[in-house]
């Protein structure tokens, strides 16, 4: 036997008692796989720096969402962005970032939706973490995530109209558009 044989019979019986070793040789996750699983599934295939990644039409993203969750195992979303494409049509996008933590794959989820209808379906109830970056999206730029439960501003006031994530809001704000506060100590220290 020689020095190192016991590290390794150590290594290899945490492996085989572990989540890891059923996944170790597993195949890597394709949204083919999803396809075949789903024949009315359309997708987009995108690559993102060596990620996987699908832009969705918004009447599958449901679906899909839920597959990927129950049936290949991406229960954990990193995160979820709006984007201002500033396209003609389908100016906005939501990505989600997904992770599968028991195969450490992780994927992106695209869907996009037109200015004049900026409705989504809410994933909330696939991935509760969902809720904020949704909520973050409307307040930013606008887009509506039917189905969610507390869709409401985040950062902005309520009554404020403008979303100044948009590429078309002004640089410099809207005019008046929120009273800023006045800082009388300033004023004070002055005199």
């Excluded at 389908?90 to 992770?99: D, G, I, P, Q």
């Excluded at 994933?123 to 509506?144: C, F, N, P, Q, S």
């Excluded at 869709?151 to 008046?176: A, I, N, Q, S, W």
């Amino acid at each position: 036997m020689g020095p190192h044989e016991p590290t390794v019979y150590k290594l290899f019986y945490f492996l085989a008692q572990s989540r890891i070793a059923d996944c170790y040789y597993c195949t890597m996750f394709s949204f083919d796989q999803i396809t075949a699983a789903f024949p009315g599934f359309r997708y987009e295939a995108i690559d993102i720096n060596g990620t996987p990644g699908a832009i969705v039409d918004r009447d599958q993203i449901l679906s899909v969402a839920q597959m990927l969750r129950d049936e290949f195992g991406f229960r954990h979303i990193v995160d979820g962005l709006g984007i201002d494409r500033f396209e003609r049509k389908m100016r906005f996008e939501m990505t989600y970032n997904l992770r599968n933590l028991d195969t450490k794959e992780r994927v992106f989820l695209k869907v996009r939706c037109d200015e004049r209808d900026p409705h989504l379906p809410s994933l909330t109830k696939i991935w509760g973490g969902t809720g904020w970056h949704e909520r973050e999206a409307y307040d930013m730029y606008g887009i509506v995530f039917d189905g969610h439960a507390d869709l409401r501003r985040m950062y902005m006031p309520e009554e404020y109209e403008h979303h100044p994530l948009r590429k078309d809001f002004p640089l410099t704000g809207v005019p008046g558009s929120i009273p800023l506060p006045v800082d009388t100590t300033f004023t004070d220290r002055l005199n």
